[in-house]
Protein backbone atom coordinates (compact mmCIF):
# COMPACT_ATOMS: atom_id res chain seq x y z
CA UNK A 1 0.00 0.00 0.00
CA UNK A 2 3.08 2.55 0.96
CA UNK A 3 5.71 1.13 -1.05
CA UNK A 4 5.91 2.50 -4.57
CA UNK A 5 8.85 3.41 -7.46
CA UNK A 6 10.20 6.06 -5.45
CA UNK A 7 10.47 6.26 -2.46
CA UNK A 8 8.81 5.02 1.23
CA UNK A 9 5.49 6.85 2.58
CA UNK A 10 5.24 7.39 5.96
CA UNK A 11 1.77 7.03 6.83
CA UNK A 12 1.02 8.63 10.18
CA UNK A 13 -2.39 8.84 12.18
CA UNK A 14 -3.69 12.06 13.66
CA UNK A 15 -6.08 11.93 16.16
CA UNK A 16 -7.02 13.62 19.89
CA UNK A 17 -9.98 14.26 22.18
CA UNK A 18 -12.89 16.51 21.93
CA UNK A 19 -11.76 20.20 22.28
CA UNK A 20 -7.88 19.64 22.29
CA UNK A 21 -7.47 20.80 19.22
CA UNK A 22 -7.39 18.50 16.65
CA UNK A 23 -8.79 20.44 14.00
CA UNK A 24 -6.35 23.17 14.15
CA UNK A 25 -3.26 20.63 13.99
CA UNK A 26 -5.24 19.60 10.53
CA UNK A 27 -5.04 23.43 9.63
CA UNK A 28 -1.59 23.73 10.39
CA UNK A 29 -0.34 20.26 8.48
CA UNK A 30 -1.69 21.96 5.41
CA UNK A 31 -0.51 25.15 5.20
CA UNK A 32 2.50 23.59 5.79
CA UNK A 33 2.23 22.19 2.29
CA UNK A 34 0.97 18.43 4.19
CA UNK A 35 -1.64 16.02 2.86
CA UNK A 36 -3.94 15.35 5.71
CA UNK A 37 -6.99 12.48 4.46
CA UNK A 38 -9.61 13.62 7.02
CA UNK A 39 -11.69 10.19 8.08
CA UNK A 40 -15.06 12.04 8.57
CA UNK A 41 -15.32 13.90 5.33
CA UNK A 42 -14.81 10.37 3.61
CA UNK A 43 -17.73 9.43 6.03
CA UNK A 44 -19.87 11.87 5.06
CA UNK A 45 -19.15 11.22 1.05
CA UNK A 46 -19.89 7.82 1.25
CA UNK A 47 -23.54 7.96 2.56
CA UNK A 48 -24.68 10.05 -0.28
CA UNK A 49 -27.67 9.83 -2.45
CA UNK A 50 -26.24 6.62 -5.01
CA UNK A 51 -23.08 5.35 -2.96
CA UNK A 52 -22.20 1.98 -2.05
CA UNK A 53 -23.25 2.64 1.85
CA UNK A 54 -25.94 4.96 0.81
CA UNK A 55 -27.63 1.63 -0.54
CA UNK A 56 -26.25 -0.53 1.93
CA UNK A 57 -28.26 1.42 4.75
CA UNK A 58 -31.51 2.32 2.83
CA UNK A 59 -31.29 -1.60 2.67
CA UNK A 60 -30.67 -2.23 6.41
CA UNK A 61 -32.64 0.62 7.66
CA UNK A 62 -35.87 1.32 5.04
CA UNK A 63 -36.76 4.23 3.47
CA UNK A 64 -38.05 5.99 6.36
CA UNK A 65 -34.63 6.94 6.94
CA UNK A 66 -34.52 9.36 4.03
CA UNK A 67 -35.63 13.17 3.85
CA UNK A 68 -37.58 14.65 0.72
CA UNK A 69 -34.72 14.73 -1.36
CA UNK A 70 -34.00 11.19 -0.72
CA UNK A 71 -30.48 11.81 1.32
CA UNK A 72 -30.09 9.89 4.40
CA UNK A 73 -31.53 11.70 7.57
CA UNK A 74 -28.48 11.51 10.25
CA UNK A 75 -30.93 12.80 12.75
CA UNK A 76 -33.51 9.73 11.99
CA UNK A 77 -31.01 7.08 11.88
CA UNK A 78 -29.43 8.36 15.01
CA UNK A 79 -32.49 7.82 17.07
CA UNK A 80 -32.63 4.66 15.69
CA UNK A 81 -29.10 3.13 16.45
CA UNK A 82 -28.61 5.06 20.01
CA UNK A 83 -31.77 3.19 21.13
CA UNK A 84 -30.31 -0.28 19.46
CA UNK A 85 -26.55 -1.34 20.03
CA UNK A 86 -27.21 -4.26 17.07
CA UNK A 87 -28.39 -1.44 14.56
CA UNK A 88 -25.73 0.75 15.78
CA UNK A 89 -23.12 -2.11 15.43
CA UNK A 90 -24.69 -3.09 12.16
CA UNK A 91 -24.79 0.63 10.49
CA UNK A 92 -20.53 0.47 11.93
CA UNK A 93 -19.99 -2.83 9.82
CA UNK A 94 -21.57 -1.53 6.76
CA UNK A 95 -19.90 1.93 6.98
CA UNK A 96 -16.42 1.49 8.45
CA UNK A 97 -14.94 -0.80 5.75
CA UNK A 98 -16.01 1.37 3.25
CA UNK A 99 -14.27 4.21 4.44
CA UNK A 100 -11.01 2.23 5.43
CA UNK A 101 -11.11 1.44 1.77
CA UNK A 102 -11.49 4.86 0.36
CA UNK A 103 -8.50 6.27 2.89
CA UNK A 104 -6.53 2.87 1.29
CA UNK A 105 -6.76 3.85 -2.10
CA UNK A 106 -6.44 7.53 -1.25
CA UNK A 107 -2.74 6.64 -0.14
CA UNK A 108 -2.16 4.39 -2.83
CA UNK A 109 -2.85 7.68 -5.58
CA UNK A 110 -0.91 9.77 -3.11
CA UNK A 111 2.02 7.51 -2.26
CA UNK A 112 3.98 8.17 -5.44
CA UNK A 113 4.90 11.91 -4.86
CA UNK A 114 4.03 12.30 -1.33
CA UNK A 115 7.39 11.36 1.73
CA UNK A 116 4.57 11.66 4.72
CA UNK A 117 0.69 11.60 4.81
CA UNK A 118 -1.53 11.83 7.60
CA UNK A 119 -4.74 10.19 8.27
CA UNK A 120 -7.18 12.77 10.27
CA UNK A 121 -9.19 9.79 12.14
CA UNK A 122 -10.98 11.39 15.67
CA UNK A 123 -11.42 7.57 17.00
CA UNK A 124 -8.28 5.92 16.18
CA UNK A 125 -7.24 4.92 19.31
CA UNK A 126 -10.49 3.29 20.01
CA UNK A 127 -10.71 1.84 16.49
CA UNK A 128 -7.18 0.60 16.18
CA UNK A 129 -7.19 -3.17 15.79
CA UNK A 130 -10.40 -2.62 13.67
CA UNK A 131 -8.28 -0.36 11.54
CA UNK A 132 -5.85 -2.50 11.07
CA UNK A 133 -7.61 -5.96 10.61
CA UNK A 134 -9.08 -3.84 7.50
CA UNK A 135 -5.70 -3.18 6.19
CA UNK A 136 -5.13 0.49 7.52
CA UNK A 137 -1.28 0.76 9.00
CA UNK A 138 0.30 3.04 10.74
CA UNK A 139 3.95 4.20 11.17
CA UNK A 140 3.32 6.61 13.73
CA UNK A 141 0.20 8.30 15.94
CA UNK A 142 0.42 11.53 16.84
CA UNK A 143 -2.24 12.33 19.83
CA UNK A 144 -3.25 16.35 20.21
CA UNK A 145 -3.23 16.60 23.88
CA UNK A 146 -4.95 19.15 26.39
CA UNK A 147 -5.37 18.76 30.24
CA UNK A 148 -9.53 18.28 31.39
CA UNK A 149 -9.34 21.84 32.72
CA UNK A 150 -8.57 23.26 29.05
CA UNK A 151 -10.88 20.94 27.44
CA UNK A 152 -13.73 21.82 29.62
CA UNK A 153 -12.77 25.49 28.68
CA UNK A 154 -12.72 25.45 24.91
CA UNK A 155 -15.68 23.22 24.86
CA UNK A 156 -18.09 25.64 27.08
CA UNK A 157 -17.27 28.34 24.41
CA UNK A 158 -16.92 26.74 21.33
CA UNK A 159 -20.47 24.87 21.95
CA UNK A 160 -21.87 27.20 24.64
CA UNK A 161 -22.68 24.67 26.90
CA UNK A 162 -22.53 24.64 30.87
CA UNK A 163 -20.14 23.16 32.91
CA UNK A 164 -21.96 19.70 33.85
CA UNK A 165 -22.99 19.11 29.75
CA UNK A 166 -19.43 19.79 28.55
CA UNK A 167 -17.91 17.25 31.58
CA UNK A 168 -20.44 15.00 30.48
CA UNK A 169 -19.37 15.16 26.63
CA UNK A 170 -15.26 14.97 27.96
CA UNK A 171 -15.86 11.72 30.11
CA UNK A 172 -18.27 9.87 27.25
CA UNK A 173 -14.82 9.53 25.85
CA UNK A 174 -12.23 7.50 25.91
CA UNK A 175 -9.93 8.90 29.00
CA UNK A 176 -7.27 11.11 27.83
CA UNK A 177 -4.69 8.97 30.23
CA UNK A 178 -5.68 5.33 27.96
CA UNK A 179 -4.77 7.17 24.67
CA UNK A 180 -1.72 8.90 26.13
CA UNK A 181 -0.34 5.11 26.45
CA UNK A 182 -0.65 4.15 22.74
CA UNK A 183 0.34 7.21 20.71
CA UNK A 184 3.73 7.19 19.62
CA UNK A 185 4.04 11.40 19.72
CA UNK A 186 2.15 13.57 22.08
CA UNK A 187 1.87 17.11 20.54
CA UNK A 188 0.65 19.78 23.91
CA UNK A 189 -1.91 22.23 22.88
CA UNK A 190 -2.24 23.63 26.35
CA UNK A 191 -0.21 26.69 25.67
CA UNK A 192 -1.08 28.89 22.75
CA UNK A 193 -1.00 29.44 18.86
CA UNK A 194 2.48 30.27 18.94
CA UNK A 195 3.99 26.86 20.62
CA UNK A 196 1.79 24.75 19.01
CA UNK A 197 2.90 26.02 15.44
CA UNK A 198 6.89 25.31 17.11
CA UNK A 199 6.31 22.02 18.05
CA UNK A 200 4.82 20.49 14.58
CA UNK A 201 7.60 22.57 12.78
CA UNK A 202 9.99 20.77 15.17
CA UNK A 203 8.19 17.49 14.61
CA UNK A 204 8.26 17.67 10.76
CA UNK A 205 12.18 18.73 10.47
CA UNK A 206 12.57 14.83 11.19
CA UNK A 207 11.30 14.31 8.34
Partial sequence: MRQNKKKYTRIIGLTG???????????????????????????K??????????????????????DE????????LGEIIFKDEKKRKKLNQIVHPIVIQEMIDKIKQLSYDKDVIFLDIPLLIEGKNMLEKHGLKFDEIWLVYADEE?????????????????????????????????????????????ELKNQIVRLLNRY
Fill in 17 to 43: GIATGKSTVTRLLREFGYVVIDADKIA
Fill in 150 to 194: KQLSRLIKRDKLDMKSALNRIRAQMPMTEKLKVANVIIDNNRGID
Fill in 69 to 76: NNRIDRKR
Fill in 45 to 66: EVVDVGKRAYLDIVKEFGEDIL
